[in-house]
């Protein structure tokens, strides 16, 4: 059994990398994909025979430390019991019959093969997330969806909408990043290891540890919440659902349609040892998703395009999934989940011929011209349609409330001249660091000035608009900071390292690509989007993994050194674990936005072969 | 009368109106029909006129140079044609050098859209963002016809008066801000379009090109808009709006989105615009070198088809020999036009029967509304042009369309959906499964046959249903059938020698997952399947008082002769009879026999269709590749049921004989026409004033979408969304995108329809200048026209008004042996070619 749950992680890997160095030939690669799909469905068949056989042991396997540092142990765990078993089934057989659709549906799709690499990729994330022993291989598996969901999103690259929409939703999904990282680390400060899942069920020395610091363990289940809200867009977050569907139909069928949307019902089930003492966390669970079902469903009523209504109608459902799980019924949420998730991604899949059902009904029955024009209940209109209509102005109370704000402050630091701004900021780190040579019970202060500088350079990165490698370099800077004041907390020169090992290569790489792009006579502004790529192909790959690399992505060696960073912050410290937190979250989205607006998107340049900004 | 027009009209309304002029006019999705993407052009030459559109709205109207470039290179451009045309530019031949050349590059900044930049420009701002999502919701919710579980509200009101009121009845503003000035401007009657742009550009010389800069950045929706207003019987749910509305609406959100966000002491009118801005947009220029360049790679890259076309039909008729073209065929069969129609009616010629073929428009001449049996509502079966005056009713029928939850479920309450999302969902991983691997007709597939049920009764004769509805006469009198039917006989000039049976062939097409549906139906019926159309017909024919009319009119049916009306469903290649238990019992044997020829040219046909289709192998049998070609009508995942018009470039006007056993790769309408008995051209001017708008129309439609599949077409099909029923978009927030999917097109060739007619030049040009119309299409050259003089075989083009005598360059073509040979040779288009065994 164990080798099983090993496969079972490793071949969606495996058929991954695979796929990616795949000839550019329909046939071999869907061939590829199906093959790979059918596997996966297989070893989980097998697995839930062999599981029913052994009366639902659940199955925990873990990698030796993968790093041992002064006390902290990293390693990579997988664990399988009967939640996760119906998870990676229903993912298996829905990615299963999406790739088999697919197949033939994207046939002579301008990037055939990256769709299907791309979904072999998300699956691989999605296993990994279900398989997840623990906190840190669970965020391995969250990142790669989310990367997974800007690339399918944003498939179309030269077109506007998608493009913009997959910024958008990946910067939402780093929200939900923040929620993920704190939780672990309160995770680890509450229980003073590095937890696996398995131990869950051991609740009654889980329940002392989280008994002796209230807060902080209201703050964990407060950080998991935000992670699932995000991910499963529930209130405040629910408008990127529909904004989602802009790849082809297959994959907004899969994922948002599915599997992707289900992930904070997930998690929530997956941790719910570590909230379901708490009266406060299912209380705020329940608000959530009766919230999101009644702004859903009013918005859902007055969608008059196919997807988006799909996409409201499946929100109410998982509104209502949450409030099962508040109330502690996992077995029926499990019901409940599936049956949203093949329904909508059957309507999504079927949703063209809504074209030929409704004319043929309207055509033939005649009730509906009555019921259709009757009038508006009135309190309803007074109310809520003009609401529904602007989906409860969530989109403009997150560019209001959060996003303008960071811009606003990142331009307050660009306002500064480049030189003066670099001087003021030398300056004032160097005087940090000399005092706290001197003075070292100023360390707590200066760390956090020094981590608020860092983040200073993030949010200039953020602003930035004209000149892409002075962002890009402020976002090294960035880290090179939080590196060195978070050298200042601990004595170990091991985490630094690590930390810069994954950042350093990253920076420069991506450093000389852009100052060749530079001399090859391309402005390198990121006010609009470029759409680059359609000139520099394979450099815009390279450059699409430098950004991974420097934004410590689970394939370089940062992804250890951030949690290193993260272990070396104390309990009472958690306003540097937030300050630090906001900054990876910043600089993620600066990285992905630098890319974006450099390589994707309408090309203008390119004779008149491009696409309307509304289309 | 014009003068005292734009006297009384406002600057704005001349400029809305002109507006609407250039918008795409696209109909809502059910009555999907091809139409020239670029009318509004038509006035110019084409190249002029495309040229014009370039550089205007930066529509790409050529293929790129590269493109030509590599035509060129695989020889199908020809380098004779192309210093011929050279040539005729009165150019140095060293152009021919500048145009190979694989540096040059084409580039042209549109003048659409320069006004709008300056707010990005200025105010560091992105209007269209955050104005399109609100407009666009607006629009769609009004016009929607059936997706939203809540209408509009006040939807008996017009567009803008019915926001007016959920603006007055709600807390919350249709607008950004509550407070707003931009809110009293709503609801103030004297507000017009005019001060509205004065608050947000000074100078008023600018505000008509802001106005087209602003509709033209979303001409989905206001195209749509412009449409319904001009035709609000264009949706079953009437809707009242007009462009008008909808520019304020859109200006009104535009100022109070800078009211809001920039803040209303933050911003002024537009000013200090450069004053080039406020030029016609439309004037005339010289054309550049490149343009030239791809001007006659165009007229070069068409040329070379066209000489091939037109030397294997000189070959051809130069090979016949008088005594061939006498019928001794049992059976004849009248099809529509169609392209799709070439290969089965091929087939069929060479089959035992050798069955004698016409081509006429689809409705064969009849023009009524229809009514189902079990519906209230009515559609239109003819030419969209045409509004007829007649009523078919469907009586007797027992079927009604079946209900799928999966696609409409009616959630009146949380616990219903509650139940109903667990009930339905676990259904719909069984019936996903099952469309994957056994592809099944489902409720929401659009099929042919279900136009009209098959067993139910026609109110067909006026005097057995002597009323009227709604204006409309219920039936045909005999004496309209009897003008109905001697008119398409004698158009296709099919007046002696009738045979036993003569079969009325209509076609329709079946498909699912498939918003354009329509497109895919007959054209000449309004985007619907004919059936109904060749079942009037046949019947018509039948009549014993039709016939005795016909015969005092000197056209004599024999009584052994009998009609039949059937269907073809161009996508499924099967084939449907209607009254078939009326065949008199003598001939039903040649019936029969004529079934299983028919049976089998079908599955040829599947046969010559699989070599297009990426998933079928056309070296497979022909009736395995018939049942694929059925299963793959049916298949959610298959985005290319059929590829409907595709590759069409030529419509040949003329007796069969003349194209007979050329093989044309299904890419030519067929119209059948007789010179002998149309001396005064009524018959061929019939035929042109149809076949140049609907022939040309679906060529160019064709044509824009593949060479601006972006702008002018409506971009891949894949990540469509359903806008309210009426149009399809990209994600949530995209503009309605008009035109023809990806899908469609990639096969497609981009070249303009060649129209050949078999009459005297002189004739054709007395016939073509009758009506305006007509005329502008071939003076224009928006299709090209060529004239074959019935006598002496002697070629002659059209061009710049006048024919001339045609100069082959090719001159002879080696006849291939063998049809099966020669299609499976290649899955790219096939040259015209005579063919020895059509077999």
């Known amino acids: 059994m164990n080798n099983l749950v090993l496969f079972i992680f490793i071949f969606p890997f495996l058929s991954f990398i695979l796929s990616l160095i795949l000839p550019q030939n329909e046939k071999v690669i869907s061939r590829w994909a199906l093959f790979a799909a059918s596997i996966n469905l297989m070893a989980n068949l097998t697995a839930l025979i062999l599981f029913t056989a052994s009366a639902f042991e659940p199955v925990f396997v873990r990698t030796g430390a993968i790093l041992e540092s002064h006390g902290y142990s990293f390693f990579a765990a997988l664990y399988l019991d009967y939640v996760s078993l119906i998870f990676i089934l229903l993912g298996s057989s829905v990615t299963f019959l999406i790739t088999l659709y697919s197949r033939f549906y994207m046939h002579s799709e301008n990037g055939y093969k990256r769709f299907l690499s791309t979904i072999l990729f998300f699956y691989f994330g999605f296993n990994t997330v279900i398989l997840a022993g623990n906190f840190e291989s669970l965020m391995a598996g969250w990142e790669i969806l989310g990367l997974s969901s800007f690339l399918l999103i944003g498939f179309y690259q030269n077109r506007f909408l998608p493009i913009k929409n997959s910024l958008k939703i990946f910067s939402i999904y780093r929200i939900g990043d923040i929620g993920l990282i704190l939780a672990a680390w309160s995770c680890h400060i509450l229980l003073e290891k590095n937890i696996s899942f398995d131990q869950f069920s051991n609740l009654e020395s889980l329940n002392i540890s989280l008994g002796h610091n209230q807060f902080l363990a209201f703050f964990l289940a407060f950080c998991l919440i935000l992670a699932a809200s995000v991910k499963s867009a529930q209130f405040p977050f629910f408008t990127w659902l529909p904004r989602a569907m802009e790849g082809p139909t297959p994959s907004s069928a899969i994922f948002y349609g599915s599997l992707s949307v289900h992930m904070g019902c997930y998690i929530l089930i997956r941790t719910s040892a570590l909230w379901q003492d708490q009266i406060l966390a299912k209380a705020l669970i329940f608000i959530i998703g009766g919230i999101t079902v009644f702004m859903c469903q009013s918005t859902a009523r007055v969608q008059s395009t196919i997807k988006s209504q799909i996409a409201y109608s499946s929100l109410v459902q998982i509104g209502l999934i949450f409030i099962e799980i508040s109330f502690g019924l996992i077995p029926l949420a499990l019901v409940h989940l599936i049956a949203n998730s093949f329904l909508r991604t059957y309507q999504l899949l079927i949703s063209p011929s809504v074209v030929t059902y409704l004319i043929k009904e309207q055509f033939y029955d005649p009730k509906q011209n009555e019921y259709y024009t009757k009038n508006f209940s009135n309190y309803f209109l007074k109310r809520f349609y003009v609401n529904s209509v602007k989906e409860w102005n969530i989109d403009h109370i997150h560019d209001k409330y959060l996003w303008h704000p960071l811009k606003v402050l990142g331009r307050i630091f660009s306002s500064l001249s480049t030189g003066n701004y670099f001087a003021l900021m030398f300056g004032f780190s160097g005087v940090l660091v000399a005092l706290g040579l001197y003075r070292p019970e100023l360390s707590t202060f200066i760390v956090f000035a020094m981590t608020f500088i860092g983040l200073s350079f993030g949010l200039r990165a953020f602003a930035e608009k004209n000149n892409a490698i002075f962002a890009w370099n402020l976002i090294f800077l960035n880290h090179l900071w939080v590196g060195i004041s978070n050298k200042m907390l601990t004595v170990h020169n091991t985490d630094l390292i690590i930390y810069l090992s994954g950042i350093l290569p990253s920076w420069i790489i991506g450093y000389i690509l852009l100052s060749y792009l530079k001399n090859q006579k391309n402005d390198l502004h990121i006010r609009t989007h470029q759409g680059l790529n359609q000139k520099y192909e394979k450099l815009s790959l390279l450059f699409l993994f430098c950004c991974l690399g420097l934004s410590g992505f689970p394939i370089s060696p940062s992804f250890i050194g951030e949690d290193l960073l993260f272990h070396n912050i104390k309990a009472q410290e958690i306003w540097m674990s937030l300050l630090l937190a906001v900054t990876y979250v910043l600089d993620g989205i600066a990285i992905m936005r630098i890319y974006s607006r450099l390589f994707l998107g309408p090309n203008l340049d390119h004779n008149l072969d491009y696409s309307l900004k509304s289309s | ?839």
């Open chain 2, 1 to 839: 009368m014009q003068i005292l027009k734009t006297e009384s009209k406002s600057p704005i309304d001349l400029a809305i109106d002109e507006i609407k002029h250039y918008l795409p006019s696209q109909a809502p999705l059910k009555d999907f029909i091809h139409h020239n993407t670029l009318h509004a052009f038509q006035n110019y030459e084409f190249h002029q006129g495309i040229q014009l559109s370039q550089k205007v709205f930066g529509f790409k109207t050529y293929l790129e140079i590269c493109e030509y470039q590599k035509l060129f290179h695989e020889n199908k451009i020809s380098k004779e044609i192309i210093f011929n045309e050279i040539k005729i530019k009165d150019l140095d031949l060293s152009f021919f050098d500048f145009m190979i050349d694989p540096g040059l590059k084409f580039d042209i900044q549109p003048k659409v859209g320069r006004i709008r930049q300056m707010w990005e420009k200025i105010y560091n701002i992105d209007m269209d963002i955050q104005t399109y999502p609100l407009l666009f919701k607006y629009i769609c919710n009004y016009l929607d016809q059936g997706i939203s579980q809540m209408g509009f509200p006040y939807p008996e009101l017009n567009f803008f008066e019915a926001l007016k009121s959920i603006d007055r009845s709600s807390k919350k503003t249709v607008l950004f801000s509550d407070k707003g000035r931009a809110r009293k401007l709503l609801h103030s009657e004297s507000t017009s379009i005019s001060d509205l742009l004065k608050i947000l550009i000074k100078n008023e010389s600018f505000h008509k090109n802001y106005l087209f800069d602003q509709q033209m950045s979303h001409p989905g929706w206001s195209g749509l808009v412009a449409q319904i207003e001009s035709d609000p019987n264009s949706l079953i749910l009437k809707r009242f709006i007009n462009l008008k509305d909808i520019i304020k609406l859109e200006l009104l959100l535009e100022i109070d989105f800078l009211d809001h966000f920039v803040g209303e002491k933050n911003w002024q009118p537009l000013d200090s615009i450069d004053p080039n801005l406020a030029e016609d947009l439309f004037a005339l220029s010289a054309p550049t070198k490149a343009e030239i360049a791809l001007e006659v790679f165009q007229k070069s890259y068409e040329k070379t088809y066209y000489d091939q076309v037109l030397t294997s039909l000189n070959v051809n008729l130069k090979s016949k020999n008088k005594s061939d073209l006498v019928n001794q065929s049992k059976v004849q069969a009248l099809f529509c036009i169609d392209d799709r129609e070439c290969s089965l009616r091929r087939y069929l010629e060479s089959s035992e029967m050798q069955v004698e073929t016409y081509g006429t428009p689809g409705f064969f001449g009849f023009e009524f509304y229809f009514q189902p049996g079990n519906s209230k509502n009515i559609t239109k079966l003819c030419p969209a042009p045409v509004t007829p005056k007649f009523l078919i009713k469907e009586i007797g029928t027992s079927s009604s369309p079946l209900k799928d939850m999966h696609l409409k479920s009616e959630m009146s309450s949380i616990l219903q959906s509650w139940v109903q999302t667990h009930i339905l969902g676990y259904i719909s991983a069984f019936k996903l499964l099952l469309n994957l691997f056994r592809p099944e007709i489902t409720p929401g597939s659009a099929i042919a046959r279900n136009h009209m049920d098959q067993i139910s009764n026609l109110t067909l004769v006026h005097d057995q249903h002597p009323f009227f509805e709604n204006g409309l006469q219920v039936g045909f009198t005999v004496e309209q059938m009897a003008d109905r039917v001697s008119s398409v006989l004698k158009s296709i000039g099919l007046v002696e020698n009738f045979s036993e049976l003569i079969y009325i062939v209509a076609h329709g097409a079946s498909s699912v997952n498939n918003p354009h549906y329509s497109a895919y139906d007959c054209g000449a019926c309004c985007g619907r399947p004919g059936s109904v159309n060749s079942r009037v017909f046949a019947a018509a024919a039948n009549t014993e008082s039709v016939r005795q009319i016909l015969k005092d009119r000197g056209l004599n049916i024999p009584g052994s002769s009998y009609f039949i009306g059937c269907l073809h469903d161009t996508t499924r290649d099967e084939v449907e009879f209607f009254d078939e238990n009326m065949i008199p019992e003598k001939n039903l044997e040649t019936h029969e026999a004529f079934k299983s020829n028919l049976i089998q040219s079908l599955a040829m046909n599947s046969k010559e269709r699989s070599r297009r289709f990426y998933n079928l192998d056309p070296n497979e049998s022909s009736e395995a590749l018939n049942y694929k070609i059925k299963k793959r009508s049916v298949s959610l995942f298959e985005p290319r049921p059929e590829l409907n018009h595709a590759t069409n470039t030529l419509c040949l006007v003329g007796p069969r004989h003349l194209s007979k056993d050329i093989f044309l790769d299904r890419r030519s309408f067929l119209n059948s026409y007789n010179p002998e008995i149309d001396s005064e051209g009524n018959l061929l001017e019939g035929i042109l004033n149809a076949a140049a708008p609907v022939c040309g129309g679906i060529n160019l439609e064709y044509y824009f979408s593949r060479v601006d599949n972006n702008k002018l077409g409506a971009g891949t099909k894949l990540p469509h969304n359903i806008m309210g029923l009426v149009g399809v978009a990209n994600g949530l927030e995209g503009d309605l995108r008009p035109g023809l999917p990806s899908q469609m097109i990639e096969v497609h060739d981009p070249l303009r329809l060649l129209i050949v007619v078999y009459q005297k030049p002189d004739f054709i040009l007395d016939v073509i200048k009758r009506k305006d119309a007509t005329f502008e299409w071939f003076k224009n050259e928006w299709v090209n026209l060529v004239a074959i003089d019935p006598k002496s075989h002697i070629f002659y083009i059209f061009e710049k008004g006048n024919f001339k005598e045609y100069e082959f360059t090719s001159g002879y073509i080696v006849p291939e042996n063998s049809l099966e040979n020669l299609i499976l040779s290649t899955r790219e288009n096939i040259k015209p070619n005579l063919i020895k065994d059509a077999k």
